[in-house]
């Protein structure tokens, strides 16, 4: 009955989106975790006399304004990019869940002081609230995560508080309340796994946004210490020599094009399939 | 069953002088006022009533389910002598499904859309001790006696890959699985179509007959009440007007508002009618009910005594009772 085509799964490789969005994800992820067998490059080698090089057979994206290979250094990007995106919104995702459950389910008051809470962070720019923190912490990738986690968690509490109110008060709730279910069985059995699928889908329409705002803190020189081969600083480096080569900022721009279209694409498939209201017949 | 054995048999639901209100911007409306109620161990009893009357409050107040802002101002449950209002936290748990549980109205909202309904069910058995497998060999075998084909497999589809009807029947089987002492059926077929509600009656009848539990079936049509129900008790506007075997309240009824519902239900025209019959008036405000009798300012046989004096419950017939000054006038 429950044949592999029905599972999430098996509808996700039905749909073409998610089969391109999985590509797209696997792809980066893999070039990431394989790094250093595929650079053909040491990413920090200097080669003043191949500098501004366009790209070709030997250096595959050209190279940057100290002669180092870009494509090497993109993969090691790679690594920085995916470490904080998957920590930062691992972390944020965690405490938003936790304290959006706790406002769902807590006394009015409580609920009233947490969403003062995430309004107030979700007010507050994000590259304004960097600068701040880059200025009062030491420069490295703990600050960015730091950053990421103050900006982002309450966009996840809010999500899970809406959905956490209006499952609490929903009829299937009641009729497990009526069997006799305790409050414990009721969160964790039934009011967590209708969260999940809201939960998962924002996680993996916010993992680019993240990595942006890794890049965007590189580039403006507060994320990753100088000279740490980041997305953002080869950006910042293809920005700085825009007269000596266009590629280095191409180079720069091509990995961030692909991480948001992949996981915005995965994320607007598995609303396709998560959200019963939009799921076509099986 | 005849009046001298039924009334010697227990009750397995016992409810007196139930008052139980809400506190609202408006002020704090009663929304039931000394509601008495009793099943016998067995029996099928109807509850009856328009819109607003307190059905559904009734329920809460029941299997103690309700809303924050309810407060009980007066009155007992009992269930088969155990008082339902004062037990523990943990006890009234473990009463819930197992000793009462409720069949809810609409079957598309009242199971767990992300639930498989083998966990579902295996979830209700969670305290007994046994293993999953024979859990699932319990939830199949139940799915199967209210009549969904191929049971085993149902257990791993989830209540969107199901109809209205077969879900509905998945909600009674979960209802049921514990063999409850007493069943609650909130309006349990009003979100069906004519030909469901039959098949529903019947199987409630069947499961009823079977594991031999007593159901209280809340309901606003008429028909379905004197088809399944040995006794009905008659609501309005948060108060019990009239209690009585099903045949004699349809036939005879006491109190003025039964016979106005009875009047207005749309089953029984003879013939075309350019606008159904209704009562003329609205419900009076809860929050501030009126003194005197309830449905006064509704009824055609309202006096000054109405006005003045609240009615107490009058035996009408041994086993009936109205709650009017003039049940006699009711049905000449």
């Not at chain 2, 859990?135 to 199949?140: E, G, Q, V, W, Y």
């Not at chain 2, 209210?146 to 085993?152: A, N, T, Y």
């Not at chain 2, 004096?309 to 000054?325: D, E």
Request: charged content about 20%; proline content about 6%; aromatic content about 6%.
């Amino acid at each position: 009955m429950t044949a592999f085509k029905y599972t999430l799964a098996g509808r996700l490789m039905a749909d073409p989106l998610a089969v391109m969005a999985l590509l797209i994800i696997a792809t980066l992820v893999g070039m990431a975790v394989f790094a250093d067998l595929i650079a053909q490059h040491d990413p920090d080698a200097m080669n003043i006399a191949d500098r501004f090089a366009a790209p070709s057979a030997e250096y595959w994206l050209g190279t940057d304004n100290l002669g180092r290979d870009t494509f090497s250094r993109l993969l090691q990007g790679g690594r920085i990019a995916l470490t904080v995106g998957l920590t930062a919104v691992g972390i944020a995702g965690t405490i938003g869940l936790v304290l959006g459950m706790v406002a769902g389910f807590g006394p009015r008051w409580l609920d009233n002081a947490l969403l003062f809470i995430f309004d107030t962070l979700r007010a507050y720019p994000t590259i304004i609230l960097a600068l701040a923190l880059a200025a009062l912490m030491p420069r490295g990738l703990i600050t960015v995560i730091v950053v990421v986690v103050l900006t982002s968690f309450s966009e996840y509490g809010r999500v899970v508080r809406t959905q956490t109110l209006s499952l609490k008060h929903s009829e299937f709730i009641l009729a497990e309340r009526a069997m006799g279910a305790s409050f414990g069985r009721i969160v964790f059995h039934h009011i967590l796994p209708n969260v999940l699928g809201p939960f998962f889908i924002l996680a993996a329409m916010n993992l680019p946004v993240v990595i942006t705002i890794e890049a965007g803190m590189s580039f403006l020189g507060v994320g990753v210490p100088p000279g740490t081969p980041s997305w953002g600083t080869t950006l910042k480096d293809g920005f700085d020599h825009i007269r000596q080569t266009p590629w280095l900022i191409v180079a720069g721009g091509l990995p961030l094009i692909l991480v948001t279209l992949g996981f915005t694409f995965l994320g607007e498939a598995l609303r396709d399939q998560l959200d019963p209201k939009l799921r076509k017949s099986r | 069953m005849t009046e001298a054995v039924l009334e010697t048999v227990p009750d397995a639901l016992s409810a007196h002088e139930l008052s139980v209100g809400y506190d609202t911007r408006q002020g704090r409306l009663q929304a039931l006022r000394d509601v008495s109620l009793d099943v016998r161990a067995g029996e099928i009893v109807g509850v009856v009533g328009e819109s607003g009357c307190g059905k559904s409050t009734l329920i809460s107040t029941l299997m103690r389910l309700l809303p924050e802002n309810a407060h009980v101002a007066d009155g007992c449950v009992e269930l088969d002598g155990e008082d339902i209002l004062t037990a523990s936290p943990r006890r009234l748990r473990a009463m819930r499904g197992r000793e009462m549980s409720v069949v809810f109205q609409d079957p598309m909202t009242s199971l767990n859309p992300v639930l498989t309904i083998g966990r579902q069910m295996r979830d209700i058995q969670y305290r007994e001790g046994i293993s999953k497998a024979e859990k699932d060999r319990r939830a199949a075998h139940m799915l199967g006696r209210v009549g969904l084909p191929d049971p085993e497999a149902k257990l791993r589809t989830y209540p969107h890959e199901l109809s209205g009807g077969m879900r509905q029947r998945v909600a009674i089987a979960m209802a049921t699985l514990m063999h409850p002492k007493l069943l609650i059926a909130d309006e349990p077929t009003t979100a069906l179509d004519a030909t469901l509600e039959v098949q529903i009656i019947a199987l409630l009848q069947e499961i009823q007959a079977e594991i031999g539990c007593a159901i209280l079936f809340i309901s606003h049509h008429l028909g379905v009440i004197a088809e399944l129900c040995d006794r009905v008790v008659v609501m309005y506007a948060g108060e019990t007007v009239e209690e009585g075997p099903v045949a004699d309240i349809f036939e005879h009824p006491a109190h003025p508002y039964t016979a106005k519902l009875i009047e207005c239900d749309p089953g029984r025209l003879k013939q075309r009618a350019e606008t159904l019959p209704s009562i003329p008036g609205s419900l009076p405000d809860l929050t501030d009910p009126p003194p005197g009798c309830i449905f006064r300012d509704r009824c055609d046989l309202a006096t000054d005594l109405c006005a003045r004096q609240r009615p107490s419950r009058r035996a009408v017939t041994p086993g009936r009772w109205s709650a009017c000054h003039h049940a006699e006038k009711v049905s000449p």
